[in-house]
């Protein structure tokens, strides 16, 4: 040590960022053919019994995340977003109706993310900072995406997977965060190299299919290939092993909504025991 250095230490601790997508089980992206926006008021409401025991659990825990909240959920249960903006978390949107990206118009995404992002700043009373495309589906083809979130007065996206996926992803893509127009961050999910591949270790599926500790691992060697926030992901319906079955779902979309459901409280809790969590605009700086 030179003479004249004080032993304060630089706080070099890796951050992570904790995030939820807040949707029912019959609105996610593996189901959209079997179940019609139409038909979503015949399915029974979970969102709010499953949010609340995530909230319950960061509580316990001290973590504090970003709960990016579909329109269409913040519409119909206004208490629940005031209580994850009372449980110190950050509010985000995940637009409105859970459409991707790749099926919108910029028209239609304008008036998708304007209407949700007004909507939760009106119940939430916290300006809305971020937005998560559902599916992760902003991609080489629709990348006006990003102008029209500046436009709007996002200050920052997590809408990208640089992996290969039937459902999303954009291989080749940026595996980390960059301003694709100015002022507006873009953080993409989580990857770790092995063998020349990127493999997603991003959370949702694939944590509940891995077992905890090659997850935990997988963390730890994200921060050894990256220099940034790590960002995790999961939705309330993956900790409700009780949810209603949707009928004529193919077998591939079922296993991968149902597999592990069981388990996933249990595992939410050791990771929010064995990491500290930030929310993803205090993580980037973004809430000052
Ligand atoms: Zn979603």
């Not at 970003?66 to 985000?92: Q, S, W």
């Not at 200050?155 to 127009?181: K, L, M």
Request: glycine share 8%; charged share 25%.
């Amino acid at each position: 040590m030179e003479s004249g250095a004080t032993s304060t230490q630089v706080n070099l601790r890796p951050m992570h960022a904790m995030s939820v997508d807040v949707e029912e089980y019959f609105q996610v992206g593996a189901f959209e053919h079997c179940v019609k926006r139409e038909d979503w008021v015949n399915h029974e409401s979970r969102i709010v019994q499953s949010t609340d025991r995530i909230l319950d659990l960061f509580a316990s825990k001290g973590v504090k995340a970003t709960f990016f909240t579909l329109g269409y959920v913040a519409k119909n249960h206004p208490d629940l977003i005031k209580r994850i903006v009372a449980g110190g978390h950050e509010l985000a949107s995940h637009g409105f109706y859970h459409q991707r990206v790749t099926d919108l118009s910029r028209g239609e995404f304008l008036n998708d993310i304007s209407s949700t992002k007004a909507l939760l700043e009106d119940i939430g009373g916290q300006e809305i900072l971020g937005y998560r495309a559902p599916s992760f589906s902003i991609c080489e083809k629709n990348q006006w995406a990003f102008e029209v979130l500046q436009e709007t007065g996002h200050r920052y996206s997590s809408s990208t997977y640089p992996v290969i996926h039937d459902h999303y992803g954009t291989p080749n893509w940026p595996d980390e965060p960059y301003e694709p127009v100015p002022g507006l961050l873009e953080l993409p999910q989580a990857t770790i190299e092995l063998k020349g591949r990127k493999l997603p270790v991003g959370g949702g599926g694939y944590f509940r299919l891995m077992p905890y500790a090659l997850s935990k691992m997988a963390i730890k060697q994200f921060h050894k290939e990256h220099n940034v926030p790590y960002i995790f992901y999961f939705h309330p319906w993956e900790i409700d092993a009780d949810q209603p079955k949707i009928g004529g779902a193919p077998l591939k979309s079922k296993f991968r909504h149902y597999v592990n459901l069981g388990r996933m409280e249990k595992k939410i809790a050791a990771l929010s025991t064995d990491f500290s969590w930030v929310s993803i605009a205090e993580a980037f700086g973004l809430n000052k």
